[in-house]
């Protein structure tokens, strides 16, 4: 049963504040992108001594996709936000935490405010891309998109029309929701599966465990215990105080924790806080995997009765009938009696991973005899040409060992999260069930008719009956600047032939904005009511209750009520909104749904003058229940174990059609995959990997100037690499491959691996895409690779070749 514990949060509505307070917390000191400390908000009382104007405090929340929701109070007066606060209430000790906010989310007045919103409806009137629009009224905007849904609805039919995959507005009820509400109504569209950040891990954990792809979380952590990361960092992404860098930094220090981050680069998680780095070549975690394997088996440390009661594919004796007898076990690959007669001894992994053979024995003996260790992965590790056999690959250290459903240990997916949730705004049912992975979509612009359940992984159909011709793009820059190849999506969206009509709601002009026929000035989510439960958190079970912070400017409009006016241009309108709800109608029902699951959780008045409720839950301890009554309990894997060999995984290697360099492979063998240290040449002689930075959440706030001089977008290059290349801390380089050019600052550590090149992903694209198209912004997918993963059909983002020179 579950533990709650609430607490006390008071109400505030006026404030007496000063003009000198709007300075904000975002001025008072750069040293921490972290959720910033009571003490520092205590700070601007101190700056509160100048003329006294009336304040009202506005709560709502920050809304992107770093995997947070964090509390704001905006001080707002004369219809402008002066400064913001966070979630002050409760002692902010681990079991009263605070959703504080970190430096992006507090420095949100200058994204709301910024005199680069979008204002006005606006169509194209160059070619997509050139960003050349002109201001049209609504009523053109909202007939334009109705008719062009018409007409390519009846031109090709319903598959032809998507809601783009998108993660600007990821919290709050009623984002991309309302969108397929609409679309929904309006006979459906094509479906996505999987996302950009994690379709790897959860393809993984479908084959592995069933689905999930959370395993513990961090509270189950005991005394002096061994944690290992595979490609991990909370401190560089969920920042938050309701995020896993605010569980995990207390429980290190509480429960002096013995540290391993496996990473190419020396990240915040691990960088001075008395952890081990153990820098690793991009991609090649599965090779350290097999090897701390091989270790584990050959000395005696893998724990069988484990292995053979809850695992199919360990050995001979837990292979299914259909793989008998044929040497294809894990354990035969690993010990090099598999179809490669190849011992995966550390020696030959030190030679993959660059990682000295005795520090892998080394580490597989702390792995092997430690009792008991957590393992887990971040998204780093699997956003590569070859995610879903490594994501695969970490997953089995935890089972060799026998280290999962107990407490302190995790079965090595993502640190866990917990399940807390509001009802769900009523998206409706897609009247088409085909489902298409989503970094498929160039693809299915390209050539959709061609794609099967056996080329491209089509699901819930033998193939596609149209390719995409109509995009519905609601908060989201996947269009170009978070995919892959930009120069090469560019020319794909440029061909109007191809799909005939994309429209965007946007709050600024993307990069993917410019290329849509009809632009929507959107209201951000804190002009709007807003329901939001916490993010991933583990210590935590929260709910934000947000107002608008002041009235709609210009002719920005919420997409709810956009949609209601497109619903009424097709004569769904009485549908649309259920009898004429409002947005605040719907939420208010959202929340009476939700209070008779939780009756604990405040009304919309109390709530909305609160601002936040919260509770803290017990640890969660990942596949307790199956480890517990594995009979009882079964996964929902076809042979209700954990699946080391999966006969599903061994259906698809032998039916799917795949390249010559794509593995699909029912063990989670390793396989360097596409464009890896394998292809590098003497043109091409670095690894381009990217990642996650604390200075945006993909490419949201990666326009807020305060925040980029806090943390500089820059290319961390090792010295040695620096030193061949007579580069500088500071100077200006061209990264490059065969897909395109960037310019960046250098930033010469050894916290990066040699031979690779870090760059942190999300930066805007800024190139002249009629001239040189050298990208001045420094957007790493400039340089990505769009090439889909073999069994995901996921994003590769992270193998990346390419060459580094001074500018
Ligand atoms: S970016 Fe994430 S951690 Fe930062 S304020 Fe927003 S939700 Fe919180």
Not at 470 to 483: D, E, K, V
Not at 533 to 559: C, H, L, Q, T, W
Not at 637 to 654: C, Q, V
Request: a negative charge; charged letters at 25%.
């Amino acid at each position: 049963m579950t533990k709650t514990k609430e607490h006390a949060v008071s109400r505030r509505a006026f404030v007496k504040g000063s003009a000198l307070a709007g300075l904000g917390a975002a001025t008072l000191g750069t040293g921490t992108l972290f959720a910033c400390s009571p003490q520092a908000e205590s700070a601007k009382d101190d700056a509160a001594n100048t003329e006294a104007v009336e304040e009202q405090i506005v709560w709502t929340h920050c809304a992107v996709n770093c995997g947070s929701t964090c509390a704001l109070q905006c001080h707002v007066a004369d219809g402008e936000i002066k400064y913001i606060e966070s979630d002050n209430t409760g002692s902010a000790e681990m079991d009263q935490p605070q959703l504080r906010a970190c430096l992006r989310g507090r420095s949100l007045r200058r994204w709301l405010q910024s005199p680069d919103r979008l204002n006005y409806p606006m169509k194209r009137v160059g070619k997509r891309g050139e960003d050349k629009f002109e201001q049209i009224s609504w009523d053109e905007a909202v007939d334009t998109i109705a008719s062009e849904l018409k007409r390519i609805r009846e031109t090709y039919g319903d598959e032809s029309i998507t809601v783009h995959y998108s993660s600007g507005v990821s919290s709050g009820l009623m984002g991309s929701s309302v969108v397929n509400r609409l679309i929904n109504l309006n006979g459906g569209c094509l479906n996505y599966y999987g996302t950009y950040s994690s379709a790897h891990i959860s393809a993984a954990g479908t084959y592995t465990y069933g689905g999930g792809t959370y395993g513990s979380s961090f509270l189950t952590l005991q005394d002096n215990q061994l944690v290992v990361m595979f490609g991990n960092s909370p401190a560089d992404t969920r920042m938050g105080g309701a995020g896993h860098t605010h569980d995990f930094a207390w429980m290190r220090e509480e429960k002096n924790l013995e540290v391993i981050n496996i990473d190419c680069r020396m990240n915040d998680t691990v960088c001075g806080q008395g952890g081990e780095w153990i820098p690793i070549r991009p991609g090649t975690d599965g090779a350290l995997c097999a090897a701390l394997a091989y270790e584990i088996i050959n000395n005696g440390w893998a724990d069988e009765e484990f292995l053979h009661t809850y695992c199919v594919g360990y050995d001979e004796e837990t292979m299914p009938e259909s793989a008998k007898g044929q040497n294809k076990s894990f354990k035969d690959y690993i010990l090099g009696t598999g179809y490669d007669l190849t011992p995966k001894t550390p020696e030959w992994a030190a030679s993959i991973t660059l990682i000295p053979a005795a520090k892998i024995k080394e580490l597989a003996e702390k792995i092997g005899t430690t009792k008991p260790v957590y393992i887990c992965q971040g998204y780093g590790s699997q956003r590569h040409a070859n995610g879903e056999i490594t994501s695969r690959a970490i997953m089995v250290l935890p089972q060799l060992v026998g280290q999962i459903g107990l407490p302190g240990t995790s079965d090595g997916r993502r640190e866990g999260r917990s399940a807390f949730a509001l009802s769900s705004f009523p998206a409706g049912e897609n009247p088409v069930k085909t489902n298409l992975p989503t970094f498929m979509w160039p693809e299915a612009i390209r050539r959709g008719e061609e794609l099967t359940a056996l080329n491209a992984g089509v699901q819930k159909a033998e193939k596609l009956s149209s390719s995409i011709k109509f995009i519905f793009n609601y908060a989201g820059n996947t269009l170009t600047n978070q995919h892959s190849d930009i120069n090469g999506t560019h020319d794909l969206l440029q061909d109007e032939s191809l799909c005939e009509f994309i429209v965007t709601s946007e709050v600024f002009m993307t990069d993917s904005a410019k290329y849509s026929d009809i632009i929507i000035p959107d209201l951000t989510l804190q002009e709007q009511y807003s329901l939001s439960a916490n993010g991933y958190a583990d210590n935590m079970e929260a709910i934000v209750y947000g107002s608008p912070v002041y009235e709609p400017k210009f002719e920005r409009r919420g997409i709810y009520e956009v949609c209601t006016d497109i619903a009424d241009k097709l004569g769904i309108k009485d549908e649309f909104t259920d009898g004429g709800k409002t947005r605040e109608d719907w939420l208010r029902q959202i929340l009476d749904e939700s209070r008779e699951k939780y009756p604990e959780l405040p009304d919309w008045d109390t709530g909305m003058a609160q601002g936040v409720w919260k509770r803290t839950p017990e640890p969660l301890i990942g596949l307790k229940a199956f480890i517990d009554d594995p009979a009882g309990n079964p996964l929902k894997t076809p042979s209700g174990k954990i699946e080391i060999y999966s006969e599903t995984l061994a259906g698809f290697a032998d039916t799917w059609e795949l390249a010559d360099d794509e593995v699909v492979s029912p063990i989670p063998e390793f396989d360097p995959g596409f464009e890896s240290y394998v292809s590098l040449t003497d043109e091409y002689p670095l690894l381009i990997c990217g990642f996650h930075y604390k200075a945006h959440t993909h490419s949201s706030y990666a326009n807020n100037e305060i925040i980029q001089a806090a943390a500089q977008h820059v290319a961390w290059v090792n010295p040695v690499d620096a030193e061949q290349r007579k580069i500088k801390d500071g100077d200006t380089i061209r990264v490059f491959n065969d897909r395109g050019e960037i310019r960046i600052e250098a930033k010469v550590t050894p916290r990066v691996i040699p031979g690779t090149v870090a760059i942190p992903q999300g930066m805007w694209h800024d190139a002249d895409m009629s001239g040189d198209r050298v990208d001045h912004g420094g957007n790493i997918n400039t340089l990505t690779i769009y090439r889909p993963s073999p069994l995901a059909k996921a994003n590769p983002q992270h193998s990346n070749i390419g060459q580094i020179a001074k500018a």
